[in-house]
């Protein structure tokens, strides 16, 4: 007899030994098992044994089959057939629960969330290594880990919406719920989406269409009103030799933006906000020089990504994005990344994958401006230090890079982004101030 046959028999169990356990994150919504109640007590058994494993106290933990089981105690049955697994660890425990769930063809994404961000607690491991045993990519546990950040309203919301009508909304609703900061809005929002059936995109327009109309203020320091118009900075404050800031705190209408003794000065830094250009990977490549000034300015598109350290950004998460990126956009990505910027961390960023640079590429978008050192893999990630496809992908297509981007508290709503840079030369990069302002022209 082979070892996994010892270790696993399939009998009969009485319904009072088998418990659910408490730190199991549990299956909410059971769907109709009032039917299969009716079937069960017509047949007498279930027809799929459910799955235990065999635990002190003469009883059962149930490993899967949550339906099955509450269904036969509701169909007044003693006992349902069950693999018993005598040899069952935690990790293969919640791994084989896990696995069987992400078969239901009724899966809730939050539910999914749930049970991935325990299993990470519970096994201590990184959402990589989920994904590895799991047979999942990155970004399909990502994608849905994320939704944890929904205020508890919204998620409970959700949950009763989804088993009232299954399909109205999805995962990728919930994720452009993320990009809305008020969670009253959010509820709003989720009930205009399940009340007209709004489609991803409809919702998308929806949300860009509320946060332009809702917009009250900016950070004092970084950002300010006129004429019913706003201003705001997403360069980071620079000081050069105790000489004072060569930024101004806050950017007023026909005033200077440089501090032109400073800006004499200037030596630039990597960690400072600045653009790369062509020949940043090609020594015979385009200089700041070789573009006309309507380079600078565009139609900005602010994509919100919440990214932990050194996580990839994919692109699925660019393809769900609100508002959607079109051809000519300055696109702006904020991971919250900026925030490191005083810390270590701040080097193990975020970072786009090929596809994802390919993707936004193909959209012929006129610059990318990232909150992050690079949008290439981190350092300490590369097998080479020297490797920057991202970069390739981008600037052999004229497409040119911003980096260090600060402050990017603005939200998804109509844009018009100026990188104006420091100086004229012919370096491969070349710091820059980089504003937003309210309209789009």
């Known amino acids: 007899m082979s070892k996994s046959r010892a270790n696993k028999e399939l009998t009969m169990i009485p319904l009072d030994k088998i418990v659910v356990p408490e730190w199991l994150p549990s299956r909410e919504d059971l769907g109709d098992i009032v039917s299969l109640a009716k079937q069960l007590r017509t047949r007498g058994d279930v027809s799929v044994p459910i799955k235990v494993r065999k635990t002190s106290g003469n009883l059962f ?8 089981l509450e269904a036969a105690k509701l169909a007044g049955l003693s006992k349902i057939s069950a693999y018993v697994e005598r040899n069952l660890d935690d990790e293969q425990f919640l791994l084989q ?7 239901r063809l009724d899966r809730d994404p939050v539910e999914e ?10 096994l201590s491991k990184s959402y990589e290594e989920l994904a590895e045993m799991l047979g999942l990519s990155r970004d399909y546990i990502y994608n849905r880990v994320e939704l944890l950040r929904l205020s508890p309203a919204v998620i409970g919301r959700f949950r009763s919406i989804r088993s009232a009508t299954k399909a109205a909304v999805g995962l990728y609703h919930l994720r452009l719920l993320l990009t809305v900061k008020d969670p009253h809005l959010q509820l709003r929002l989720l009930e205009e989406t399940a009340a007209y059936g709004l489609s991803v995109r409809e919702l998308a327009q929806r949300i860009e269409e509320l946060l332009e109309n809702r917009w009250a203020g900016v950070d004092k320091r970084r950002g300010t009103h006129s004429g019913g118009r706003w201003f705001h900075d997403l360069t980071f404050p620079i000081t050069v030799n105790g000489s004072g800031n060569l930024f101004p705190q806050s950017v007023e209408p026909g005033h200077d933006v440089y501090n032109w003794e400073i800006c004499r000065k200037i030596t630039i830094t990597h960690k400072d906000t600045h653009i790369d250009l062509p020949r940043f990977i090609d020594p015979a490549g385009k200089t700041i020089t070789s573009y006309p000034p309507d380079k600078f300015v565009g139609r900005g598109a602010v994509i919100q990504l919440s990214k932990d350290s050194m996580e990839p950004i994919s692109r699925e998460d660019l393809e769900n994005s609100v508002p959607s990126v079109r051809r000519g956009d300055i696109v702006l990505i904020n991971t919250g990344w900026w925030r490191h910027r005083e810390d270590a961390k701040y080097l193990e960023h975020p970072y786009l994958t090929e596809e994802a640079a390919e993707w936004l590429a193909s959209r012929r978008i006129k610059m990318l401006c990232m909150d992050t050192p690079s949008p290439d893999m981190p350092v300490v990630k590369r097998l080479k230090i020297g490797d920057r496809p991202v970069h390739e992908i981008f600037l052999n297509r004229d497409i040119l890079i911003v980096e260090n981007l600060y402050n990017i508290q603005v939200a998804n709503r109509r844009l018009t982004v100026y990188v104006v840079p420091f100086y004229f030369s012919e370096l491969s990069e070349i710091p820059v101030k980089v504003i937003a302002v309210s309209g789009y022209r």
């Not at 749930?114 to 519970?122: A, E, G, I």
């Open 61 to 68: 933990e149930l490993v899967w089959g949550r339906r099955r």
């Open 97 to 103: 629960h896990c696995l069987e769930n992400l078969h």
């Open 113 to 122: 969330a749930k049970l991935f961000s325990y299993m990470r607690s519970r």
